[in-house]
């Protein structure tokens, strides 16, 4: 993402799953609201890891997440409260 005050730029891998196609549209919707490009690590041809990127993961995945209602889901279906804390961890890295 290129962010540009009147004209901010969005590129999504068309490659990818519908899914990740989604996160990563919310994802860089959130570097728009925030008014900040992607950072990108050229040396390890990922995503850099920075507070900003991070805060981008989070917004996205509560966005199309909510903990909220993750939390009644497991609570609902009876889901033991360690899983969803290992679950957690696991999308939370």
């Known amino acids: 993402m290129l962010y540009d005050e009147y ?3 969005i590129l999504i891998n ?3 799953a519908i899914s990740a196609k989604i996160f990563t549209l919310a ?3 959130v570097h728009v609201l925030v008014g900040a490009s992607a950072s990108f690590d050229l040396r ?3 995503a850099a890891d920075n507070a900003t990127e ?3 993961n989070e917004a996205a995945a509560e966005f199309l997440v909510p903990r909220v209602e993750l939390l009644f889901q497991f609570k609902k279906t009876g889901t033991h409260i ?3 804390q290992k679950f957690l961890r ?3 890295l």
Do not use: G, R, S
């Open 7 to 9: 004209a901010p730029f």
């Open 14 to 16: 068309n490659n990818d």
């Open 27 to 29: 994802h860089e919707i």
């Open 44 to 46: 390890q041809l990922q």
């Open 54 to 56: 991070k805060y981008c």
């Open 82 to 84: 360690i899983t969803l």
């Open 90 to 92: 696991l999308v939370l």
